[in-house]
Structure formats: structure tokens, C-alpha cells
């Protein structure tokens, strides 16, 4: 299975998932507040679809901000692993843009009434095989905090990559089932920032 299969299978059952919560819950207090976000995995003020957004936009804000701090997680580890200051520069860059996109879409699950995805929930909980496309496993994150000098290079850039190609996919599936503007929006951002930077890792690589 491609990463873009296995990424739009993986929205869609997560988007299953929010529109059968949203279907079986109330929220009589009409604040879109009152429920424990950490009891419940979804709202149940929050609709599955609705003017703005459908139960596919919220479930790919959901995966992709933890697939973000993963990101930004890959960059910090760059500062004291390598001399390469085209990768620190990179690493920079990368944190820089991740960030306020996290905080973004953080933003738009508290306006959706909708919590963030479970600390620690892997993106295969949703009844599919895999993690959403791009994810590093445990146990790379921490062959890649043990390496230093050319083999961190090489294995940070190879990683990112993937990260990138993932991210990627998920936004261009988005694009075509989600309804939100700002989402599609914020995915053709993401298409185009990482996918230049995809092509310039893979310069650094030789590739």
C-alpha cells in the first residue's frame, strides 16, 4: 500500500470516527465547553460537518499536529548532534515554520470544540494499520538522538524526507475531501514549503 492510500484510508476512518461521536452525543449547556476533553475523544458540541469545516478537516488538524511536533521534536535534536551548519540552518527553518502552523491548528480545534488527539495515541488507533504517512517509530527517534556528526546528517535528512513526503500526501488528500478554506489553505502551504524542502535535503544528500 502507497503512503497516499494508506493516508486518505487513514482520514477517512478518522473522520468515521468524528462523525459517529458528533452523531451520539449532546451538549445541552449550548457552550460547546462543558464536556471533559480529556474523558471524551471528540466534542460532542462539535458537528461532524458544518458550514466552515466537515469531520474530515477535523481529523486531519487532529493527526497532523502531533505529525508536526514530531517534526519540530526531529529539528531540536539537530542543535549539539551536528557541525552542519546548512542542516542546523534547515532545522531552524523547519521549527520556525512548524511552530505557529501547530499553534494554528490548535486554534481551530478550540474554535471547533473539538480536543486535540490524545497524548500518546498512536495514528493507528483508528482501526488501520500504520501510522499516518511519515511518522518515525520510537525506535528511530532514538537511534537518531544516539547518532552524531555525518551518520546524524545522513539519517536526519532521510528521515525528514519521509516526514516531509508524508505531510504532503495528507495535505493533498485533504485538499480534495476537506471543505474548510482555512485548511486547504494551510495544506497548499505545507505542499509547497516542504516539498522545497524536500528538494533541497535531497541536494544534501546527493541525490
Partial sequence: ??????????????????ALVAGCSTDDSGTGHSMDSMSMPMSASAPAASASH???????????????????????LADGRTQN???LALAGQIKAAQDPEIEQMSGWLTEWGVPPMAAGMDHSSHGMSG???????????????????????????????EHHQ???????Q???DGQSEQVRELAGKIIAGQQAEIEQMNAMLGK
Fill in 131 to 161: 501510522d499516518m504517512g511519515g511518522m518515525m517509530s520510537a525506535d528511530q527517534m532514538s537511534q537518531l538522538e544516539k547518532a552524531t556528526g555525518a551518520d546524524f546528517d545522513r539519517a536526519w535528512l532521510e528521515m525528514m524526507i
Fill in 166 to 172: 508524508g505531510a504532503i500526501d495528507s495535505s493533498k
Fill in 1 to 18: 500500500m502507497n503512503t497516499r492510500t494508506k493516508t486518505a484510508g487513514l482520514i477517512a476512518a478518522a473522520a468515521a470516527a468524528a
Fill in 174 to 176: 485533504i485538499q480534495a
Fill in 54 to 76: 466537515n469531520a474530515a478537516d477535523t481529523a486531519w488538524v487532529q493527526m497532523m499536529i502531533p505529525h508536526h511536533q514530531q517534526a519540530v521534536q526531529m529539528a531540536a
Fill in 85 to 87: 551548519a546548512q542542516l
